[in-house]
């Protein structure tokens, strides 16, 4: 912890200011770095508080629609914050693809405001904050309190307050983003019930641009003396690469009873396998992920899942093949990792089929080729598509290296993640269409499956 707080002690703090209409002014900072576990502090903007005014407050969507995997809305004013940049649960975020909505903050009564911060955390575009923020006082009308776009809200009695805007390209958009808003003249905003948050996405080249919003602080004239600064919990050990250039931090806390497996079984994996992984699919000017998390979530459901750099494993399906696939599909997902074709250069198709097969192309024939998990039998013969996905598809990409070239995965990754896929790419490298080698895979196959039953 100690090593922790030294490291964060050294990271990059940038701070930024600006005067808004009447005296309101906005402070805005960003710390970039290592981020695992780390606090919400900044030199100018206060620290997350959990006993504000905003937390006995109502949250509601007044305009857009909510994202399937945000947190609930109440993540924004429960005194919690994330532990790692890539926690979507513990933040609120707006449908991906969509452009933001509103978000209708009711304090209960009207409240004399000193100050207000709003808190977001995330590796990548998700992380800046762009908004307007318009307060109202309690006498309101119903009308004045669901305002959906294009109504301006000035229009029907709501204040203006400030715009804030935390992207840079000079800093990058990683990071936690901290936000005060506040008039150092008067001391005080105004007095105000309902706070009106008019949400823009950070980033509007891809469909993942809308902010991860960690916490909403709203501090009340004479609170400043009895607030509690919120205390994150790190839940993640830390593990390094051999060389030290890779970092795996590890969470198990929900699921003590696999933290010795996890230990044991997975990190090691990690620390042998991720270098090579990223020398197995390399591409111009690409760099992989260097911090992976690794989360069981004894809440998930299915197997496993892999965001940005983060990989989630349902502790259920886990403590239920321990000693079956679990190892091998942790390392799918660590290839998902190192492929990042979510943040390629254009946002060209790239079938689903392909990034699976490549995933469990690379986990059976490279990690775990004595365990013959994706070969074609009579049983799975007649599913024997190459744009089956997974094992299947994995199959046939490794058909098509031996056959025709050894290089083809490292070939077709570093044009999936530069944006250059499309399917004449594989006459390019093969001298066949992907349909010709496709019929020429599943011939092999059935001659395979054929002669293995007459030997039988």
């Not at 916490?215 to 051999?242: P, W």
């Amino acid at each position: 912890m100690k090593k922790r707080a030294l490291l964060w002690a050294g990271l990059a703090l940038f701070a930024s200011a600006r005067w808004t209409t009447a005296e309101v002014r906005v402070v805005t900072e960003q710390n970039t770095g290592d981020s695992t576990g780390a606090p919400f502090r900044f030199a100018k903007v206060p620290a997350p508080v959990e006993n504000d005014a905003a937390a006995e407050a109502t949250v509601t969507v007044v305009d857009g629609k909510p994202d399937g995997n945000s947190g609930a809305l109440s993540v924004l004013t429960d005194g919690k914050l994330p532990a790692d940049e890539d926690q979507p649960r513990a933040n609120f975020f707006f449908a991906a693809g969509t452009d933001g909505g509103r978000l209708l903050l009711d304090l209960g009564r009207e409240t004399r405001i000193a100050r207000i911060g709003t808190y977001s955390w995330h590796g990548d575009t998700r992380g800046p904050q762009v908004y307007t923020l318009f307060g109202l006082a309690t006498n309101s009308s119903l009308e004045a309190l669901q305002l959906v776009r294009p109504q301006d809200p000035a229009g029907h009695g709501w204040t203006q307050l400030a715009k804030v805007d935390t992207r840079s390209e000079e800093r990058g958009a990683g990071g936690q983003h901290g936000v005060v808003i506040q008039d150092p003249g008067a001391g005080h905003l105004g007095s105000f019930r309902y706070l009106l948050f008019d949400v823009s996405p950070a980033e509007r080249r891809d469909a993942f641009g809308n902010t991860f919003f960690s916490e909403i602080d709203v501090v009340g004239v004479g609170q400043d003396n009895s607030l509690r600064e919120i205390a994150v919990k790190n839940a993640f050990e830390v593990f390094r690469s051999a060389d030290g250039v890779y970092e795996f931090a590890l969470d198990v806390s929900g699921t003590p009873e696999l933290a010795e497996w996890a230990r044991s079984t997975v990190i090691p994996m990690a620390q042998q396998w991720y270098p090579r992984l990223v020398a197995l699919l390399p591409s111009k000017d690409y760099q992989a992920p260097k911090r992976v998390r690794i989360v069981f979530d004894p809440q998930m459901r299915g197997v496993a899942a892999t965001s940005g750099s983060q990989v989630r494993c349902a502790a259920d399906w886990f403590r239920n093949n321990l000693k079956g696939e679990a190892l091998g599909a942790v390392f799918h997902e660590f290839v998902h990792v190192v492929q990042q074709y979510g943040r390629r250069r254009n946002r060209s198709p790239v079938p689903g089929w392909l990034t699976e097969g490549i995933a469990d192309y690379i986990r059976w024939f490279k990690f775990e080729p004595e365990s013959k998990g994706a070969e074609i039998t009579a049983r799975n013969l007649p599913r024997a598509k190459y744009d089956a996905s997974y094992r299947i598809t994995g199959n046939f990409l490794n058909w098509v290296s031996e056959k025709h070239r050894a290089d083809l995965v490292p070939s077709l990754n570093a044009a999936i993640r530069e944006g250059r896929y499309e399917t004449g790419i594989w006459k390019e490298l093969t001298g066949k269409t992907l349909e010709e080698l496709g019929a020429d895979w599943r011939a092999a196959m059935e001659k395979a499956v054929a002669s293995a039953e007459q030997a039988q």
